[in-house]
């Protein structure tokens, strides 16, 4: 996940922005705990939504505690361990080494290559910790990287791997049996996020003559600005009807004690990254909530 899924500050209530804190600070101060100071830079916006979605829906109890951390020595909300973060946490190490090493085959540089190599031993350590996971992930990935391989000239056939993986994990991840409206929320989660994500680096996609699911759609492309403008009217509506999808989902479930920070990032969050990417001529910066 790459910090495409994050709350909207102008609707977020104080409260909620310190429980979304909690659980941000939670993973990266888990990360130091399990896997040592460096790779707690892996921690991101999305699996912090994730982490509020996942604690919300198993009813785990959300101990939170004021105290300093080695990154900021002023008291801050932070989400204590327990097993269900220490999964959460080791899923999010898998995933990154995975995008490191996609980002080494795809011929990215030396960035991935050094990112790879630190998290190596984490990955293994997170491997052994979530086994399961690590299957789930690996099969996505190579299916894939199968589609991109073939060009697959389908938005939908592309996005479908990742998002399937995002669909399965909180069962794995929880190893319960869960609703199909949290399937399907964290499916189009996952849809959303790829599609963001291939968005945003289409120009960098098509300098360097990488896969891009909207370049192997459209292919009249000359710059991000007026490719997006050409194709407004398609991109409004394909990230529309996952927004809507994902809406739908949501308001099939219960919720006990996270509610109104993720229908935040839901219901607002989603849309309003949506306006970022069709609005902007270049590629976003890096999120800060």
């Not at 040592?36 to 999305?46: C, L, M, Q, S, V």
């Not at 190490?93 to 290559?113: H, R, S, T």
């Not at 939908?156 to 399937?183: H, W």
């Not at 929320?185 to 963001?196: E, P, Q």
Request: with cysteine; proline share 4%; hydrophobic share 40%.
């Amino acid at each position: 996940m790459y910090g495409y899924i994050v709350p909207r500050k102008s609707t977020l209530s104080a409260s909620d922005f310190v429980l979304y804190r909690s659980f941000y600070c939670g993973i990266c101060c888990e990360t130091g705990r399990l896997y040592g100071k460096f790779p707690r830079f892996t921690t991101n916006y999305d699996f912090a939504f994730l982490s509020a979605l996942l604690f919300d829906y198993a009813s785990a109890d959300v101990v939170i505690e004021e105290r300093p951390c080695i990154l900021n020595p002023k008291k801050k909300a932070i989400l204590q361990t327990n097993p269900l973060l220490e999964k959460i946490t080791a899923t999010n190490i898998i995933l990154c080494y995975q995008k490191a090493d996609d980002g080494v085959i795809d011929g990215d540089g030396i960035k991935y290559k050094a990112v790879r190599r630190m998290l190596k031993k984490p990955f293994l350590r997170a491997r052994q910790l979530v086994p399961e996971v690590w299957e789930k992930v690996k099969a996505a990935y190579e299916c894939q990287r199968e589609v991109e391989k073939i060009g697959v000239k389908s938005i939908d056939r592309a996005a479908d791997p990742f998002a399937s993986l995002m669909r399965e994990l909180p069962q794995t991840i929880l190893g319960v049996q869960t609703d199909d409206n949290l399937k399907g929320l964290c499916y189009n989660i996952g849809k959303f996020v790829y599609l963001a994500d291939a968005l945003d680096d289409v120009t960098e996609d098509f300098k360097h003559k990488r896969y891009n699911p909207f370049l192997a759609v459209y292919d009249d492309f000359k710059d991000r600005k007026s490719f997006i403008a050409a194709h407004k009217d398609e991109l409004e509506f394909c990230f529309g009807s996952i927004c809507s999808r994902a809406e739908g989902c949501f308001n099939g479930l219960k919720f006990t004690q996270s509610y109104s920070l993720l229908r935040n990032i839901v219901f607002d969050g989603m849309r309003g990254k949506t306006e970022e990417l069709l609005k902007s001529a270049k590629k976003l910066k890096n999120p800060r909530v």
